[in-house]
């Protein structure tokens, strides 16, 4: 009787091993369907809890299979977190086709952990109507390309537009430099009642993001390539000037408010609020101030970055799993061409936008800055058709989409970035910071994190 | 020469007989000792199997534990003190990088600084978190009435999550409309930035993490000081000692075992300090709450650097493992 126990046991445990290896070898399934179809998994579906935008996708993927026999696609929610990224591509389970934002590519392309598609992309129709910048988020120093940019959001100044007229301003002419924004904040903090003239962020890596921009809109940079390595670019003039901006706004004007260590989403609350005037940010973020924040879209104004001298380039896109085989890359293509690249659809897609009562008329989803020339002028024309927010209020912004040079995230951007935080942390919290120190402390930090690029 | 008997003998009883010392002869020296043993080995032989079968269904409960200690907690290990030998990218196969993982880390100016953070963290919430609980137990253990409400009280605190404990004392410090600014300005004292300033944010971080994790260390110090005969007290009462001097030489001495295990558990914990940091400072202002753990967090999920964050987490393992291997030196030195 014991044997037999003991020989189920010994059973069991073999059979739950065996389930645990196989279980670990089944991620990357075959190229095929029992019917002969190329499969492809992509992630990108919006949450349930999202209920137009995954409507929206999910059609365009049974419309795309319809239209595409011979290809399956198998899509998955979940866009870009760096947390399991790394797991999933060691565990096989990556999709083929994933998602990324502009500041992932460079960092995944050095790891080789996207495939190359320079080749595949050759009869891809439309690619060549894209952003050439935009591409070049994707490329690596050979110019090789891994992926394809499907949204842009280069950074502008958002502002609050009934505030402007409260302390007397005009919302249709927003400021161009910071002497002017530095201004503008000291008016409308005067307002009172606890409203805010500037917002900035400095933490989680969101103030290191947002000092870039500063040093682009100044016409500097963070880091330049010497040689083969990269070193820190800010410890100078432009450098001191966009923190000698914020100390002054912060500490001479009070026009920054006394709560600091501030992320994306306290300010944004903030503006939601209308305590507010302005702050950084992209076209993106309006709609998530209406629908999150309880704000208006007749409230505010997006203008280029002030300055003028440049601006940073944000976005996302797609990228190819590096286990992928030839026939699989070029199926995903097909679907990315298909779904986000494709002129042909803008006009049903964007109706669908507006019909479903979803804003239209940003620079942003449904119809995303990312295209020149003829291509672009199609677009807005639509844009302009199915408008139903106020367009003209995003006017000084694409105004300078067009002229300002827009330039990508500094190398191993993350680390980049935390390192920066308490850059813009020592100004906000500390009124005797001493902005020499700070840079060079900064700078030996960054010049260490770029010095890991390998 | 022995006998077959004898032979059997020592079968049994598995030991060779030995007299003064002397050389035994070889029981295998002819023929007939030659069978003897055979017969030897195929008894042994089935013993052993006898034995075996009857602790099969041990083995095999414990096979099961064998294997998930193995594939969850061994393997990785190991391959954790691999990777921080390695340069992986999870496509291609691992290169060799010797000890360059942690060349870089010794470049890395946050290292310093996380290390700096977390051993200012530990001295504060050893200094927190081992006085005020004793202190609290003692106390306790004076009490004549309501003491069940008080040990309640002072252990709730560990029954709440300790994101949500974070995300409560978050609120707490807000230099706007948080609580302590509010009830020190309604008393007519000027607030503190908390958070918010480098030269108080640790010590805020201390103090959420002493109010959350002291229940526990308590109720440990109240059973300790619980099993104290009472009559050691009678008796120092009676040579005179107060209320002090009973303190130090009876109630300390007597709970000086618990004391120091607890101070190697909390050193422990405390160095391996995380959700606090992460959930409340992310590491800020200026870098003064960066820890360890924090910053291996950053290494391996932000910059997708396994091998830093496996050669930090290799050296914080040593480094606590040397302490530990200290403090049991010590404590044996002194019993």
């Known amino acids: ?50 209920e137009f935008e995954r409507r929206i996708f999910d059609e365009d993927i049974a419309e795309f299979e319809r239209t595409h026999p011979d290809i399956d696609v198998e899509p998955h929610e979940g866009f870009m977190d760096p947390k399991v990224f790394s797991a999933k591509l060691a565990g096989g389970q990556l999709e083929d086709v994933y998602y990324v934002y502009f500041t992932d590519p460079a960092q995944i392309i050095a790891r080789r952990q996207a495939a190359d598609i320079t080749d595949a992309v050759k009869d891809l129709p439309h690619v060549t109507d894209i952003q050439p910048a935009l591409l070049d988020n994707f490329r690596d120093a050979n110019g090789k390309l891994y992926g394809l940019p499907t949204a842009n959001y280069s950074m502008g100044l958002l502002y ?58 100044l016409g500097g940079q963070i880091a330049r390539r010497d040689g083969e390595t990269w070193k820190a670019d800010f410890n100078n003039d432009k450098g001191r000037a966009a923190l000698t901006y914020l100390r002054q706004m912060r500490w001479d004007d009070n026009s920054m408010g006394s709560k600091q260590l501030l992320e994306a989403a306290d300010v944004q609350r903030m503006m939601g609020a209308g305590q507010l005037g302005m702050y950084l940010a992209a076209p993106d973020n309006v709609p998530v101030l209406v629908k999150q924040f309880g704000g208006n879209y007749a409230d505010y104004g997006l203008a280029g970055l002030p300055g003028g001298k440049g601006t940073l380039l944000g976005g996302e896109g797609y990228m190819i799993n590096p286990k992928a085989s030839p026939a699989k890359i070029k199926a995903g293509l097909t679907y990315l061409q298909w779904k986000y690249l494709n002129p042909d659809r803008f006009d049903s897609f964007v109706k669908r936008f507006a019909d479903g009562g979803q804003p239209v008329g940003l620079p942003a989803q449904p119809t995303p800055d990312i295209w020149q020339g003829a291509v672009r002028e199609q677009q807005e024309r639509v844009k302009a058709s199915y408008a ?32 920066l935080d308490s850059l813009m942390q020592a100004v906000l919290t500390d009124q005797g910071a001493d902005i020499t120190t700070l840079l060079t402390e900064a700078e030996s930090k960054v010049n260490n994190a770029l010095a890991q690029i390998r | 020469m022995p006998s077959p008997r004898s ?48 602790n099969l269904t041990a083995y095999g409960l414990l096979c099961a534990a064998l294997v998930v200690f193995a594939l969850f907690s061994w393997y990785p290990i190991v391959r954790g003190l691999l990777l921080s030998f390695q340069q992986v990218d999870f496509v291609n196969a691992a290169t060799w990088v010797g000890l360059d993982n942690f060349v870089r880390l010794f470049d890395d100016p946050l290292f310093g600084v996380a290390w700096r953070n977390t051993l200012l963290f530990t001295a504060l919430a050893l200094l927190l978190g081992f006085a005020v609980p004793f202190a609290v137990a003692v106390l306790l253990n004076e009490l004549r009435h309501a003491r069940a409400y008080f040990r309640l009280v002072i252990y709730l605190p560990v029954m709440l999550p300790p994101v949500v404990t974070a995300l409560l004392w978050k609120w707490f410090y807000d230099p706007g409309p948080g609580l302590f600014n509010g009830v020190l300005g309604a008393v007519g004292l000027p607030g503190g930035q908390w958070l918010d300033s480098s030269s108080t944010a640790m010590l805020s971080l201390v103090l959420v993490s002493t109010w959350a994790n002291m229940g526990s260390t308590t109720l440990i110090y109240l059973a300790a000081l619980q099993t104290i005969p009472g009559d050691l007290y009678e008796a120092a009462e009676l040579d005179g000692a107060g209320v002090w001097r009973r303190l130090w030489h009876v109630t300390v001495p007597q709970t000086r075992f618990v004391l120091l295990v607890l101070l190697l558990l909390q050193v422990v914990a405390t160095m391996q300090v995380f959700t606090e940091p992460y959930v409340m400072t992310g590491g800020g202002p200026d870098d003064s709450t960066v820890t360890v753990l924090l910053l291996l967090y950053r290494y391996a ?15 914080l393992f040593v480094a606590l493992g040397v302490f530990s291997a200290c403090y049991v030196r010590l404590t044996k030195s002194t019993d």
Request: glycine content about 10%; some cysteine; proline content about 7%.
């Open chain 1, 1 to 50: 009787m014991k044997t037999v126990w003991t020989r189920r046991i010994a059973a069991l445990a073999v059979a739950g091993l065996a389930t645990a290896t196989v279980a670990c070898g089944t991620g990357s399934s075959g190229d095929q369907t029992a019917d002969g179809k190329i499969r492809i998994t992509v992630n990108g579906q919006p949450p349930q809890t999202q």
């Open chain 2, 301 to 315: 999920f932000v910059y997708n650097d396994f091998g830093m964050a496996s050669a930090m987490s290799l050296l």
């Open chain 1, 388 to 419: 139903n927010v106020p367009a003209q209020n995003y006017a000084p912004y694409l105004a300078s989409a067009t002229t300002v040079k827009g330039s990508i995230e500094p190398p191993n951007a993350q680390q980049v970035y935390a390192a």
């Open chain 1, 160 to 217: 609050s537009r009934p505030l402007f007229q409260r302390a007397g301003l005009d919302p249709d002419h927003p400021p161009t430099t910071w002497e002017e924004v530095r201004a503008a904040a000291k008016k409308i903090s005067d307002l009172g009642g606890g409203v805010v003239g500037y917002a900035d962020y400095s933490k989680n890596n969101q103030g290191g993001w947002h000092f870039t921009s500063w040093m682009y809109s």
């Open chain 2, 7 to 54: 032979g059997e003998l020592l079968a049994h009883t598995g030991v060779r007989p030995t007299t003064g010392g002397a050389p035994v002869p070889d029981p295998a020296g002819g023929p007939a000792g030659a069978a003897a043993v055979d017969s030897a080995r195929l008894r042994r032989r089935a013993r052993l199997r006898r034995r075996i079968t009857e």
